[in-house]
């Protein structure tokens, strides 16, 4: 091959169907089969993110993607992340850093320049790599957005892609939402439709023969596959419909750990780990009776950490979460979560709100100054004796991440953690701060649960405490690779990956690895 790296989108019919999935999985497929592929998302609208290796934010599907494809995440691969501030409001992320807060009016008046800046990163991922995977967003049918659109049909266009349409048949009305979809595309769009792939299909494919047959027969588009229904977690969960699917597999268990579910909820993903472990309820609390009977309360991050806290106050979770702190029960608050059990969140340049000052919950002695630069790092740090509940992992070294914008200030508090890197950089910096009783728990280190040896001191902490015995299986190693490679056998035995392969002028076999070809210069 020469030139510029050919490419293939995964479009939806909606939200949810499984473009993410399918990306991922063909990520580790063309991988497997010996090519370097890069995962590509033009406009990602998301506030579960990832830091990558230059120290940007892009979405945490992308930074999945290129984690199946065995390569680091690039801001190229997402070069536009936007996380939602308020109903009508959003920050905008240019390849990895924030450059305004503006309502949806007027990012639609952006998105002629920032198209510019789509294609020169997806250019650069076509110079370098044998292969670019497209994930598109929503559906490109949603006629009220076609204008301007830069995430869809416009980026096929430009990337001149085939496009695989994804369904969800657990829904209902898959053979609707297809026919539908392309009666509402445009000719040379129409065009583009190459295959529809049915998703989480549950039953035998034979009772789909009649359906399959009329609908290539009424579009004159293949099915190119019929995947079934993937009850295990095997990307990571990404928006709100994600975290309903996250809630759902922990539903038992004897150690409940409650997440408070902020109306801005960011980063929950992180609590998947926690979700996997046998015996282990996990529970996304809205109102103050879901924290009764949990051991562990957490409060996870947040894209507007004064707004939130109001909403704690007004449900009265506030006061339910102060009761729980006097009872003695685990507190743990990670980035906006931590800023919001300190003594007051200060905000002078009105980054997150109108107020300039806005009272904490008041669990830790700590004081957050909101700034106008964000940090993003990634980080490695050391557990210290005086990390309260976590001091079962004391001396372990964990990997996590930050993202957020504000300073804070913990005076003389315990520090229940040592930074000792940041994006790659030797550092020796106290993190976090501890209450004196060793309940509450503050951090910026997103990603702590992911951390095998710190999960496993948790809950075996709260089983001593509720006088049970802990479960020998937790803490099991999480690894990442052999459930990419699961997803990968799942998706290659249920779709044409010959005729897909075709699509992109490649040979990906029967999707199993094979040593790695090598474009020409």
């Not at 309260?388 to 992992?393: F, K, M, P, T, Y």
């Amino acid at each position: 091959m020469s030139g510029l790296a050919p490419c293939l989108m995964i479009q939806g019919t909606s939200s949810a169907v499984g473009k993410s999935l399918l990306t991922t999985a063909l990520c580790r497929i063309v991988a497997r089969a010996g090519y370097r592929v890069a995962p590509f998302k033009a406009q990602n609208m998301s506030l579960n993110s990832a830091v990558t290796v230059e120290g940007g934010e892009i979405g945490r599907a992308q930074a999945a993607q290129a984690e199946a494809a065995g390569i680091e995440p690039t801001v190229d691969m997402n070069p536009i992340l936007l996380k939602p501030e308020a109903d009508h409001r959003v920050q905008v992320v240019v390849r990895g850093r924030p450059v305004a807060s503006v309502s949806f009016r007027q990012y639609a008046g952006m998105r002629t320049e920032l198209l510019r800046v789509v294609a020169e990163s997806l250019d650069r991922l076509r110079r370098t790599h044998d292969v670019v995977l497209i994930e598109g967003a929503g559906s490109p049918a949603e006629i009220n957005l076609r204008a301007g659109e830069i995430v869809n049909m416009r980026i096929a266009k430009l990337a001149d892609a085939p496009v695989l349409l994804v369904g969800d048949i657990d829904r209902g009305g898959v053979f609707a939402a297809f026919v539908g979809t392309l009666a509402l595309l445009p000719p040379e769009e129409r065009a583009r439709i190459a295959g529809f792939i049915v998703n989480k299909f549950r039953g035998a494919r034979s009772l789909l023969t009649p359906g399959l047959a009329e609908l290539t027969a009424r579009t004159g588009v293949p099915v190119l596959g019929v995947v079934p229904y993937i009850a295990e977690s095997l990307v990571p969960a990404e928006d709100s419909l994600s975290l309903e699917d996250l809630e759902r597999r922990a539903r038992t268990g004897s150690i409940e750990i409650a997440v408070l579910r902020f109306p801005r909820i960011a980063n929950f993903d992180e609590f998947e780990p926690l979700a996997c472990e046998p015996g282990v309820r996990l529970v996304f609390a809205r109102r103050p009776e879901d924290l009764a009977r949990a051991d562990v309360l957490v409060l996870p991050g947040s894209k507007n950490t004064a707004e939130d806290l109001g909403w704690l106050r007004r449900t009265g979770l506030a006061a339910a979460i102060t009761t729980a702190a006097a009872d003695g029960r685990p507190i743990i608050g990670i980035c906006g979560g931590y800023q919001m059990l300190g003594l007051e969140l200060r905000d002078p340049h009105h980054v997150e709100s109108d107020a300039t000052t806005t009272p904490g919950l008041g669990l830790l002695q700590a004081v957050t100054t909101f700034a106008r630069e964000k940090t993003t790092a990634r980080a490695r740090a050391r557990v210290t004796p005086r990390a309260g509940v976590l001091a079962g992992a004391a001396g372990l070294e964990i990997e996590g991440y930050e993202i957020h914008m504000g300073r804070t200030d913990v005076g003389e508090a315990q520090r229940p953690f040592l930074v000792l890197q940041r994006q790659g950089r030797r550092v020796d910096e106290p993190e976090g701060a501890l209450d004196s009783t060793g309940n509450v728990l503050g951090t910026y280190l997103h990603g702590l649960f992911a951390n095998d040896g710190l999960r496993r001191a948790l809950l075996r902490e709260v089983a001593r405490r509720k006088g049970q015995r802990p479960d020998p299986r937790w803490g099991a190693p999480t690894v990442t690779r052999p459930r990419y490679d699961q997803l990968a056998d799942t998706i290659a035995a249920s779709c044409d990956l010959a005729a897909i392969g075709t699509l992109l002028g490649l040979d990906l076999g029967a999707g199993v690895a094979r040593p790695c070809r090598r474009r020409s210069p």
